[in-house]
């Protein structure tokens, strides 16, 4: 039980992280988006704004599917979605670790892992 309430809460934690860039993404890119995105060159948030927002509609996605994984009552199912939109997540995570930043890795990578972990722990109980 307590592996259950844990995956929830990392499934939960890693949502809340994609919202969060859903809202740099989309809303305010040209203002706090600088202040997060401090080695992209300022002068090119303006000209990527729609690219920007794009990326965060796909953000948006997944955490869309992460909150509804959490909201499924048969415990098959829950484990079963929240393992493929962990997965996404961890992919994302992957590729932007090996294009764009090391930290990426850590930041978008690493909380995945944790719940990947213990879903298919639950899984496989």
């Known amino acids: 039980m307590i592996v259950l309430v844990l995956a ?3 499934s939960i934690i890693v949502a809340l992280m994609h919202l969060y860039f859903l809202w740099l993404e989309m809303f305010v890119w040209t203002t706090k988006g600088k202040k997060v995105f401090r080695n992209f ?3 090119l948030f303006e000209p990527t704004k729609s690219m920007a927002a794009n990326q965060g509609l796909y953000n948006g ?3 869309a599917g992460l909150i509804w994984s959490v909201l499924i009552d048969d415990l098959l199912w829950a484990a079963n979605i929240s393992l493929f939109f962990l997965a996404c997540v ?6 932007g670790g090996l294009s764009v930043s090391k930290k990426i890795f850590f930041i978008q990578g690493i909380p995945p892992i944790i719940g990947i972990i213990l879903w298919l722990t639950i ?3």
């Open 41 to 43: 060159p300022e002068d």
């Open 8 to 10: 929830k809460i990392v």
């Open 61 to 63: 996605f997944l955490s």
């Open 90 to 95: 961890l992919m994302a995570g992957i590729y």
């Open 123 to 125: 899984r496989l109980t």
